[in-house]
C-alpha cells in the first residue's frame, strides 16, 4: 500500500484547510487509516482514526469538534477537515494505514504504512 498525503500549507489562526491521503496498491488489505502529526522536537501523536468499511471515527481530545476525518471508499482517499486552526496545530501531518483489527488505535505501531507528510503552520 503506498500513501500520498496532500493539502498543507500556511493558515491563519481560526482559518481551516483540507487534508487529503490517496491510497494505491493492495488498498483492499486495509481495515483503517488515520492522520497523526509531528512537531518539531516532538513525538508524533494521535490526531484522527477510521475504520475504512464501517467508518467508526475516533479523535484526540485536543482536535474534537475542530476536525473531521472521513473517507471516499471509491477513491481509496481520506481526508481530514480542520477548522478554527490553532499555532499549536502546527506540524507535519502524517497519514497511516492499517491492516490489523483488534489495535488500539491511537499509537503508531499499530499502522504498517505511512505517507510522506504535509506540512501544516498555522500562524498567529
Known amino acids: 500500500v503506498q500513501l500520498q498525503a496532500s493539502g498543507g500549507g500556511l493558515v491563519q489562526a481560526g482559518g481551516s484547510l483540507r487534508l487529503?491521503?490517496?491510497a494505491s496498491g493492495r488498498t483492499f488489505s486495509m481495515y483503517g487509516m488515520g492522520w497523526f502529526r509531528q512537531a518539531p522536537g516532538k513525538a508524533r501523536e494521535f490526531v484522527a482514526a477510521i475504520n475504512w468499511n464501517v467508518g467508526s471515527t475516533?479523535?484526540?481530545n485536543s482536535v474534537k469538534d475542530r476536525f473531521t476525518i472521513s473517507r471516499d471508499n471509491a477513491k481509496n482517499t481520506m481526508y481530514l477537515e480542520m477548522h478554527s486552526l490553532k499555532p499549536e496545530d502546527t506540524a507535519v501531518y502524517?497519514?497511516?494505514?492499517r491492516?490489523?483489527?483488534g489495535v488500539v488505535v491511537t499509537i503508531t505501531a499499530s499502522y504498517?504504512?505511512?505517507?510522506?507528510?504535509t506540512q501544516v503552520t498555522v500562524s498567529s
Open 20 to 22: 487529503s491521503c490517496a
Open 58 to 60: 475516533y479523535y484526540a
Open 94 to 97: 502524517y497519514c497511516a494505514a
Open 99 to 101: 491492516r490489523r483489527t
Open 112 to 117: 504498517e504504512y505511512w505517507g510522506q507528510g
